[in-house]
């Protein structure tokens, strides 16, 4: 961990994302996605509906993988890592059509999110993790697979036994957790509903048990996907704090999606602008609010007589 | 550090608190156990005699049905080769316990102590325990391994698999062992017995006609030792990283997968944890006096029976599992000769009651219901000469059919008995309830 840490304090990016390309068939959903975002940096992502925004976040998270590209978080690639371990380097991100676990109550939904910071997998298994697109010779893959699976299986029936016998270990864990889970509810307002099933909150308090769960991972980067959808002026404004906030309390480094451009201008220090799966503008909202490529983008074209 | 990880370190309690509560559940389980086997003979009057044996079938059925709620209620993977699971298990432990016996002891018949004793009276004849319940014990974690190991089998090409393709690749596993078995030949005698080194014997598994032969150690006492393992294990599981991880898994893969739970790793678990409790439910089987160990017994039609306890209790509570097991193996019992008909409903409508808080639900209209027509048809049966017994298969399914439309989440929907107490708290009465929140 020690060389990531110099990395960061060498000024570099915390999460650097360099020429990223995804194409389904013939269309290029993501062409040449660079992106860099300092340690708590504030980041809009903003373009027309379709533009590949959402799609930047799979690439992030792994829920799909890049054609080409790469994504650094401190110095290490995560592109080609499978989603569950991207979320153990430290990256969590909400979705754009809320996927809570509806029929959990509030405080499992939290809970079960806890899971990756109590101690369990040293720091070394999963970065011995096998990446799906490491390009070394096939014995030595399969080796090193065979090997990581022989670990894995041997943590795991550990971990079993603990559970089943309920160790001392596994009491501290859970009780960490549960303490964990409510403080994290009690900070978003949601520890008086906590037994209800996540179905039942009211739309606004499901989108901000989102964001409780995915900060339940200890997140050092935060991935918002349309955090503001939905939602009137005044819940607005509330979530415009909220996220300033997170940002200071937790740390955190944040990229945020949104459509509604008041609201990213209003807290976003930075901002970027898709079209087309390509990166047409990025700098600060007042730059970006008077690129005509952004105009364009958003308003079309300007009509050859209004010159 | 993680401040979470420093957190749990501290929060560790003192060693002889963690071993106390550590041994409650397990000792509870144990002393039941033997409880049962003491006095399950004094248990029912002559006349239900038949009931000591179908308390022993309800016992290895809430072990099918607990084990298969944690594949199909708590990582909601739909799983129809319960059966096979549960005949590798039945057919390892057979083999294990038939020619094992013979290697061991020069015969096949039982050599346990009081708690494999079949005979009646159970009381303390001999000694408590002896070397056959040691090997019995062993046979059947042997049975729970190799069915643990087709749990891996089954789950690693299911990993990618969902929803109809994986019942189907289960469906297939299941009859793939069926045939296997069909095709073997039937149990070596006790003479012909030395003519065949232990690798030929793996052929003698009794073929269609089943396994015959192997000592009967199955007792109350190792069928409800088990099953409260199962029970426990089932339980400390859902309140674990675990249990938590399967259901988020149930609820929604990706966004399981974005908070770092390795849904393929934790599918596997499952069917693995699953099946060791299916193939020791199958050893158990095996072992029973009166049950044949063939290989129709174990069919796809035994899968579908776990599924509607599971289904019937409601998927993914373990109490629900627990009383649709012991619903659909009493009923159809029960049902031969209905008796206590007021008794049993007025159980059943109050536990009814207590769930919708003490207010007319439909599940209470239904169980009055079903109480007020099982007793019109006593009635009819003893009065104009019914055969009812004959009859009993219909209104089995029809019962099912009744509770399947009027509570189709299960009977205890995706909570446990003891969260009647939770949602007393949560709503008081009077308030009205959010749609679905109450079962």
Same mark, same amino acid.
Request: charged share 20%.
């Given at each position: 961990?020690?060389?990531?840490?110099?990395?960061?304090?060498?000024?570099?990016?915390?999460?650097?994302?360099?020429?990223?390309?995804?194409?389904?068939?013939?269309?290029?959903?993501?062409?040449?996605?660079?992106?860099?975002?300092?340690?708590?940096?504030?980041?809009?992502?903003?373009?027309?509906?379709?533009?590949?925004?959402?799609?930047?976040?799979?690439?992030?998270?792994?829920?799909?993988?890049?054609?080409?590209?790469?994504?650094?978080?401190?110095?290490?690639?995560?592109?080609?890592?499978?989603?569950?371990?991207?979320?153990?380097?430290?990256?969590?991100?909400?979705?754009?059509?809320?996927?809570?676990?509806?029929?959990?109550?509030?405080?499992?939904?939290?809970?079960?999110?806890?899971?990756?910071?109590?101690?369990?997998?040293?720091?070394?298994?999963?970065?011995?993790?096998?990446?799906?697109?490491?390009?070394?010779?096939?014995?030595?893959?399969?080796?090193?697979?065979?090997?990581?699976?022989?670990?894995?299986?041997?943590?795991?029936?550990?971990?079993?036994?603990?559970?089943?016998?309920?160790?001392?270990?596994?009491?501290?864990?859970?009780?960490?957790?549960?303490?964990?889970?409510?403080?994290?509810?009690?900070?978003?307002?949601?520890?008086?509903?906590?037994?209800?099933?996540?179905?039942?909150?009211?739309?606004?308090?499901?989108?901000?048990?989102?964001?409780?769960?995915?900060?339940?991972?200890?997140?050092?980067?935060?991935?918002?996907?349309?955090?503001?959808?939905?939602?009137?002026?005044?819940?607005?404004?509330?979530?415009?704090?909220?996220?300033?906030?997170?940002?200071?309390?937790?740390?955190?480094?944040?990229?945020?999606?949104?459509?509604?451009?008041?609201?990213?201008?209003?807290?976003?220090?930075?901002?970027?602008?898709?079209?087309?799966?390509?990166?047409?503008?990025?700098?600060?909202?007042?730059?970006?609010?008077?690129?005509?490529?952004?105009?364009?983008?958003?308003?079309?074209?300007?009509?050859?007589?209004?010159? | 550090?993680?401040?979470?990880?420093?957190?749990?370190?501290?929060?560790?309690?003192?060693?002889? *608190? $963690? +071993?106390?509560?550590?041994?409650? /559940?397990?000792?509870?389980? !144990? @002393? &039941?156990?033997?409880?049962?086997?003491?006095? #399950?003979?004094?248990?029912?009057?002559?006349?239900?005699?038949?009931?000591?044996?179908?308390?022993?079938?309800?016992?290895?059925?809430?072990?099918?049905?607990?084990?298969?709620?944690?594949?199909?209620?708590?990582?909601?993977?739909?799983?129809?080769?319960?059966?096979?699971?549960?005949?590798?298990?039945?057919?390892?432990?057979?083999?294990?316990?038939?020619?094992?016996?013979?290697?061991?002891?020069?015969?096949?018949?039982?050599?346990?102590?009081?708690?494999?004793?079949?005979?009646?009276?159970?009381?303390?004849?001999?000694?408590?325990?002896?070397?056959?319940?040691?090997?019995?014990?062993?046979?059947?974690?042997?049975?729970?391994?190799?069915?643990?190991?087709?749990?891996?089998?089954?789950?690693?090409?299911?990993?990618?698999?969902?929803?109809?393709? *994986? $019942? +189907?690749?289960?469906?297939?596993? /299941?009859?793939?062992?069926? !045939? @296997? &078995?069909?095709?073997?030949?039937?149990?070596? #005698?006790?003479?012909?017995?030395?003519?065949?080194?232990?690798?030929?014997?793996?052929?003698?598994?009794?073929?269609?006609?089943?396994?015959?032969?192997?000592?009967?150690?199955?007792?109350?006492?190792?069928?409800?030792?088990?099953?409260?393992?199962?029970?426990?294990?089932?339980?400390?599981?859902?309140?674990?990283?675990?249990?938590?991880?399967?259901?988020?898994?149930?609820?929604?893969?990706?966004?399981?997968?974005?908070?770092?739970?390795?849904?393929?790793?934790?599918?596997?678990?499952?069917?693995?944890?699953?099946?060791?409790?299916?193939?020791?439910?199958?050893?158990?089987?095996?072992?029973?006096?009166?049950?044949?160990?063939?290989?129709?017994?174990?069919?796809?039609?035994?899968?579908?029976?776990?599924?509607?306890?599971?289904?019937?209790?409601?998927?993914?509570?373990?109490?629900?599992?627990?009383?649709?097991?012991?619903? !659909?193996?009493?009923?159809?019992?029960?049902?031969?000769?209905?008796?206590?008909?007021?008794?049993?409903?007025?159980?059943?409508?109050?536990?009814?009651?207590?769930?919708?808080?003490?207010?007319?639900?439909?599940?209470?209209?239904?169980?009055?219901?079903?109480?007020?027509?099982?007793?019109?048809?006593?009635?009819?049966?003893?009065?104009?000469?019914?055969?009812?017994?004959?009859?009993?298969?219909?209104?089995?399914?029809?019962?099912?059919?009744?509770?399947?439309?009027?509570?189709?989440?299960?009977?205890?929907?995706?909570?446990?008995?003891?969260?009647?107490?939770?949602?007393?708290?949560?709503?008081?009465?009077?308030?009205?309830?959010?749609?679905?929140?109450?079962?």
């Amino acid at each position: 961990m020690n060389a990531s840490e110099d990395h960061i304090a060498a000024g570099a990016p915390l999460l650097d994302i360099r020429g990223l390309s995804l194409a389904f068939g013939g269309l290029k959903a993501v062409n040449e996605f660079s992106l860099a975002l300092r340690p708590n940096a504030l980041q809009g992502l903003i373009g027309p509906n379709g533009a590949g925004k959402t799609t930047v976040f799979n690439l992030i998270t792994g829920v799909y993988r890049p054609d080409a590209g790469s994504i650094l978080l401190a110095g290490r690639r995560l592109n080609g890592l499978k989603p569950h371990l991207i979320a153990e380097a430290g990256v969590a991100r909400t979705f754009q059509n809320i996927r809570l676990f509806g029929d959990l109550s509030v405080f499992d939904n939290v809970c079960v999110a806890c899971h990756l910071r109590t101690g369990r997998t040293p720091a070394a298994m999963t970065l011995a993790a096998p990446r799906e697109d490491a390009p070394r010779h096939i014995a030595f893959r399969a080796a090193r697979t065979g090997a990581h699976a022989l670990l894995h299986m041997a943590l795991t029936a550990h971990d079993l036994a603990t559970v089943l016998l309920r160790t001392r270990r596994h009491l501290g864990e859970e009780r960490a957790i549960r303490e964990r889970a409510l403080h994290l509810l009690s900070m978003f307002h949601l520890d008086h509903r906590k037994d209800e099933l996540a179905r039942n909150l009211p739309y606004g308090d499901q989108r901000r048990l989102e964001i409780a769960r995915a900060l339940a991972t200890n997140p050092r980067v935060l991935l918002l996907d349309e955090p503001a959808a939905g939602m009137n002026t005044q819940e607005k404004r509330d979530l415009a704090g909220l996220i300033r906030r997170l940002r200071d309390e937790f740390r955190l480094t944040l990229l945020l999606i949104d459509h509604d451009v008041g609201l990213i201008m209003d807290i976003c220090e930075r901002i970027t602008v898709l079209d087309y799966g390509q990166v047409i503008a990025c700098g600060q909202p007042s730059e970006v609010q008077n690129d005509p490529k952004v105009i364009e983008a958003y308003l079309g074209e300007p009509m050859p007589h209004a010159e | 550090m993680e401040l979470l990880a420093t957190r749990a370190r501290d929060y560790r309690p003192p060693t002889w *608190l $963690a +071993i106390l509560r550590g041994l409650l /559940g397990p000792t509870i389980v !144990v @002393l &039941l156990a033997v409880v049962l086997q003491r006095y #399950s003979k004094s248990l029912f009057a002559d006349e239900y005699r038949v009931w000591d044996d179908v308390l022993l079938k309800v016992g290895v059925n809430v072990i099918l049905a607990v084990s298969l709620n944690i594949v199909n209620g708590y990582t909601g993977q739909f799983s129809i080769g319960h059966a096979g699971f549960m005949a590798v298990g039945g057919y390892t432990a057979a083999f294990l316990s038939y020619y094992g016996s013979f290697a061991l002891w020069g015969d096949t018949m039982p050599h346990g102590g009081f708690l494999s004793c079949v005979s009646e009276p159970a009381e303390f004849v001999g000694r408590f325990a002896d070397t056959g319940d040691a090997w019995f014990l062993l046979v059947l974690l042997a049975a729970g391994l190799a069915a643990a190991l087709a749990g891996v089998v089954v789950g690693l090409p299911s990993i990618r698999l969902r929803g109809d393709y *994986l $019942a +189907i690749v289960t469906l297939g596993f /299941g009859e793939i062992v069926r !045939v @296997l &078995l069909d095709s073997t030949e039937g149990t070596l #005698s006790a003479e012909e017995i030395p003519e065949h080194s232990w690798a030929s014997r793996a052929h003698y598994l009794g073929g269609p006609m089943g396994f015959f032969g192997q000592p009967f150690y199955t007792t109350h006492f190792w069928v409800w030792l088990f099953a409260g393992v199962t029970i426990l294990t089932a339980y400390r599981l859902k309140a674990s990283t675990f249990g938590r991880a399967f259901l988020a898994i149930r609820e929604n893969e990706v966004a399981a997968q974005s908070i770092g739970v390795s849904t393929t790793s934790y599918k596997v678990y499952a069917f693995v944890i699953s099946a060791f409790f299916a193939g020791i439910a199958g050893a158990l089987y095996a072992h029973q006096l009166g049950n044949a160990l063939a290989p129709s017994e174990l069919c796809y039609q035994k899968s579908f029976d776990v599924i509607i306890m599971v289904v019937i209790g409601g998927m993914g509570s373990i109490t629900g599992s627990i009383l649709g097991a012991v619903l !659909v193996t009493a009923l159809p019992e029960w049902l031969r000769q209905p008796t206590h008909v007021w008794h049993v409903g007025l159980a059943m409508i109050l536990v009814a009651l207590a769930f919708s808080r003490f207010r007319v639900s439909r599940t209470v209209v239904l169980m009055a219901l079903l109480t007020a027509a099982l007793e019109l048809m006593r009635f009819l049966s003893l009065h104009y000469e019914v055969n009812l017994e004959r009859y009993r298969m219909i209104l089995y399914a029809l019962s099912l059919i009744a509770f399947m439309l009027l509570r189709p989440q299960g009977f205890f929907g995706v909570y446990e008995a003891w969260d009647a107490v939770r949602f007393w708290r949560l709503r008081p009465r009077g308030k009205t309830a959010a749609v679905g929140a109450t079962p």
